[in-house]
């Protein structure tokens, strides 16, 4: 139903920042879960930020170590979702993903639709 193109991605100092955005073609997104993962190498896909809709209200979620760093937020009349990163540490670097539409929104293997991924590079 739905694809996603990231981009954003890049190479930048420890303590810069980058926006990650995550573009949706086809039908709007506006009632999906939307989360943003992320990979480094010989690591498992690790969930790092998550916007639900439930109630009528807009819900997120980070984990532990991206809390007060990072903003994920939406735009559905573009249908975007974005990842604003603040304050970047080396340990950041990775291969970030945007899915959609998941069972569980901490788990990537109940997602439903995945991008390409934007690799992000942090140096010390």
């Known amino acids: 139903q739905v694809q996603l193109v990231e981009s954003g991605g890049g190479l930048v100092q420890a303590g810069g920042s980058l926006r990650l955005s995550c573009a949706a073609s086809?039908?709007?997104?506006?009632?999906?879960?939307m989360g943003w993962f992320r990979q480094a190498p010989g690591k498992e896909r690790e969930f790092v930020a998550a916007?639900?809709?439930?109630?009528?209200?807009?819900?997120?979620y980070y984990t532990d170590s991206v809390k007060g760093r990072f903003t994920i937020a939406r735009d559905n009349a573009k249908n975007t979702v974005s990842l604003q990163m603040n304050s970047l540490k080396p340990e950041d670097t990775a291969v970030y993903y945007c899915?959609?539409?998941?069972?569980?929104?901490?788990?990537?293997?109940?997602?439903?639709?995945w991008g390409q991924g934007t690799q992000v590079t942090v140096s010390s």
């Open positions: 916007i639900t809709w439930r109630s009528n209200t807009y819900y997120t």
């Open positions: 899915a959609a539409d998941p069972v569980n929104y901490r788990d990537y293997t109940t997602y439903a639709y």
């Open positions: 086809g039908r709007t997104f506006s009632n999906y879960a």
